[in-house]
């Protein structure tokens, strides 16, 4: 008997394992799909792109005020500042924590970004003068020329992380099939040994009942 309970012991144990595993497998499947489903929700890439748009869209709008267009007036200008700010403390999120924190560069072009915006709002009120609008076009020019660099490095981040994501979840889910077989398996063996088991128990419940039978009437001849 002590075999069989050893066996029957070494079934249960497995099935709780690879049922164990199967629900930790279906965890990280679950937390993988919801990592890539905030990486679609907030888009590096066009976070990034829209940032380089507004830097080109201030620092136009500026030179085309600095040079008297008839086009472009101070509010208009104003404006397209506000919305640089709005961008730049879009780079400063924490949406973008992953994405900056993974190169130098990427971090010291959001810090300049930043330092010069702060330097352009203490400017700001005084653009009308030719010199103050001059230095502002000065400080935000060679920011204008490294914003692509990033857009583009934003649009190979994510594209590399989905990537990443789909086939990290390709391999859960084949190790998520694993552990599913495992557990009929393990389940079918432990069914199949109770079975077997029953079976025996019945056999030997018929042999004692005989010779149970028997006993009895060698006891009353």
Known sequence: MRPNI????LLIGLVIVFFSMAIYVVVLIREDQNETQQLS???IAWITSQASVEITRFSQRLT????????????????????????VATLKSSVLQDFVSGDPARRKFIDDLDVAVRKIDTLMP???DRKVSTQIIEIIDPLDRRAPDLASAAYTFTSDTLVEHQLRLKDL????????????????????????????STKVSQELEVLTTDLRISSDE
């Not at 050893?6 to 012991?9: V, Y």
């Open 6 to 9: 050893a066996i029957r012991s």
């Open 41 to 43: 929700n907030y888009n």
């Open 64 to 87: 085309a005020f600095s040079a008297g267009s008839p086009d472009v007036d101070e509010d208009e200008v104003n404006l397209r500042f506000d919305i640089l700010v709005s961008r």
């Open 126 to 128: 005084s653009i009308a």
């Open 173 to 200: 889910q084949f190790l998520f099939i694993d552990m599913i077989t495992g557990l009929i398996a393990c389940g079918s063996g432990l069914i199949v040994f109770l079975i077997y088991q029953n079976r025996l």
